[in-house]
């Protein structure tokens, strides 16, 4: 059962316009969110990530909205630039008694930005 | 310059035998993570630790062994068990309690 949803495969813009990237979650007990990007061969960089006490986390031209009560989240690319170009993926834990616990990751979407 | 270090970049296992992908991190950090990623799937913990000379399995753990002797090094060995074991290996840490972890670039296991 995928807790961590990311039900698109794909996405393409322009370069200068936004990229949204959504993903969605159906374990409730989730209450820490973060987004990688990764590009081929090489391993994830985090990006940004949410505490389930705040809705919105902006760094940059990164920005990620978080909707509890639809389990839904997205990272607002803005502007989109041709460097972004990368698999995103969303993942998200349980911050349980201050432990580390494991990351569950959705199967990413390919963004590309067009020049 | 801190990071993780994964070695080999690429590496070619033969029908019953065990290879073993090595992790380093110079970042002092408590807990360490093994991955797999499949094409178009997402990242699967194998296993983890979070402390010296402890670990625990993760999701997809069978036929694959890890140990933690040392703080730095976390390695993970594929084991002729693993039926499939052909994939892109991802090593992370995290400074325990924080949940970001961080990625090394990570090893190519085929098999020949």
């Known amino acids: 059962d995928q807790q961590v949803k990311q039900n698109s495969p794909s996405l393409s813009v322009q370069e200068g316009r936004i990229s949204i990237l959504n993903c969605d979650y159906t374990?409730?007990?989730?209450?820490?969110f973060l987004w990688y990007k990764k590009y081929p061969a090489e391993g994830p960089t985090f990006l940004i990530s949410?505490?389930?006490?705040?809705d919105k986390n902006e760094d940059g031209r990164f920005t990620v909205f978080l909707n509890k009560s639809a389990k839904h989240l997205s990272l607002h690319i803005v502007p989109s630039q041709p460097g972004d170009s990368a698999v995103y993926f969303c993942a998200a834990s349980v911050n349980s008694g201050g432990s580390n616990y494991k990351l569950t990751f959705g199967k990413g979407t390919l963004l590309t930005v067009n020049p | 310059d801190g990071g993780i270090t994964q070695s080999p970049k690429y590496l070619f296992r033969k029908e019953g035998q065990n290879v073993t992908l090595s992790c380093e991190q110079n970042l002092n950090h408590d807990a360490m993570y093994w991955y797999r990623q499949d094409p178009g799937q997402g990242l699967r913990l194998i296993y983890y630790s979070q402390i010296v000379n402890d670990f625990q399995k993760g999701d997809i753990a069978e036929g694959y062994s890890v140990s933690r002797e040392k703080k730095e090094s976390f390695p993970l060995t594929v084991t002729s068990a693993q039926k499939n074991p052909t994939a892109f290996y991802l090593c992370?840490?995290?400074?325990?309690?924080?949940?970001?972890?961080?990625f090394g670039a990570g090893t190519r296991l085929s098999v020949l």
């Open positions: 949410i505490s389930s006490i705040k």
């Open positions: 992370a840490s995290s400074i325990r309690g924080i949940n970001i972890q961080y």
């Open positions: 374990n409730s007990m989730f209450d820490y």
